[in-house]
């Protein structure tokens, strides 16, 4: 008589892609991301992580807040729950006991003036490090169609018939990537990831033994992190592109006072697209979301700019108050 099959035990984890903006007020600002280098034998690049330990912790939320601050210095503005992650391949595989590890994915936004010293384990990066295809602020990216839109559609080109109710591979790489006169979504940035993971030409596909049929990886598609935490980037980075659209958390990302100019680099920073500057400043005349100080910067160089901030009165004034940018062009 056999026994039962052993359960392989759960631990909660949470995660957080802490962003900042660098530069806020130079010529290009860069989102960055907080992450942490794991120690021997992988020294993969991860984001920030700690256990949940419900007898210290009340709350999911406290206790990202206790360890963040604890481990890395960095004071969190706002925090947002992501999703839960916990596919398999992301930290097991068949034959392995350890605990298997579900995280709590959150998104937090941080000020870089705020940081008085980063942890010595821990840095930021530009987001687009690990998503270069995502950056279109100077147009769009070459890596596109010299490199990744053909091995996606090689890759399109082998499947027979998709499976019932679902799009093709091909209809799936139009959708997402503006193939064929489409538009580029901005906020498609997971689905965009995993796309490409399915393909194989990232390297998590293939350390998590998806992908074994699959194309080769290949390096220039930005940098692999730890477990699935690109696909927790991902997410934040998505999230975060269509919260500013209709909550202002753009501003958790400003000083307290910043010209025009400075915020509307911010939000194609974030965005990864350029914007139309009278048409920017159309829109945040008409959205009332900021308001004049009075005061000018002569930071630019040039004629002095006008110095404005965010104003809060807009909360109560009506519940969606945030830049609505357009699609892109």
């Known amino acids: 008589m056999t026994g039962a099959p052993q359960k392989l035990p759960i631990e909660i984890g949470l ?3 802490i962003v900042a903006v660098n530069n806020v007020s130079g010529d290009k600002p860069e989102p960055t991301i907080l992450v942490a280098r794991e120690t021997a034998p992988t020294s993969a690049t991860a984001l920030p992580s700690g256990p949940f330990d419900p007898v210290v912790h009340r709350t999911f939320e ?39 590890v579900v995280s709590v994915g959150y998104l937090a936004l941080t000020r870089t003036g705020e940081i008085a010293q980063e942890a010595p384990d821990a840095t930021f990066r530009s987001w687009y490090t690990f998503f ?15 490199l990744l839109i053909p091995k996606l559609e090689t890759w399109a ?52 033994g998806h992908s074994r049929q699959a194309m080769a990886a290949i ?30 958390v ?32 159309r829109l945040v005349e008409s959205s009332a979301v900021v308001e004049a ?24 004034e009506r519940p969606a108050a945030g830049l609505r940018v357009g699609a892109r062009t």
């Not at 270069?132 to 010299?146: A, F, T």
């Open 62 to 100: 406290i206790g990202l807040r206790a360890w963040v601050s604890e481990q890395t210095g960095v004071p969190l503005g706002y925090v947002e729950q992501l999703y839960t992650f916990g596919d398999r391949g992301r930290h097991a595989e068949v034959g392995d006991r350890d605990p298997h």
């Open 293 to 316: 100080t009075g005061e000018v910067s002569h930071a630019t160089g040039g004629r002095p700019a006008a110095l404005f901030r965010f104003r809060r009165e807009i909360l109560q």
């Open 15 to 17: 995660t957080a892609a």
């Open 250 to 281: 753009i501003f958790e990302l400003m000083p307290e006072t910043f010209t025009l100019t400075a915020l509307q680099r911010t939000v194609e920073a974030i965005s990864g697209r350029h914007l139309h500057k009278q048409n920017f400043r």
């Open 157 to 208: 080109a082998q499947e027979s018939a998709p499976p019932a109710g679902r799009l093709s591979r091909r209809e799936r790489v139009k959708l997402l990537f503006g193939t064929d006169g489409a538009p580029f979504d901005d906020e498609n940035v997971l689905e965009r990831y995993e796309l490409i993971y399915e393909a194989g030409l990232v390297e998590e596909a293939h350390r998590d």
């Open 219 to 248: 390096a220039q598609l930005g940098q692999t992190m730890r477990h699935d935490h690109r696909r927790i980037l991902a997410t934040a980075m998505g999230r975060l592109r269509a919260k500013m659209k209709y909550r202002p």
């Open 132 to 146: 270069p295809w995502e950056d279109w602020r100077n147009g769009r990216p070459e890596l596109l169609d010299q």
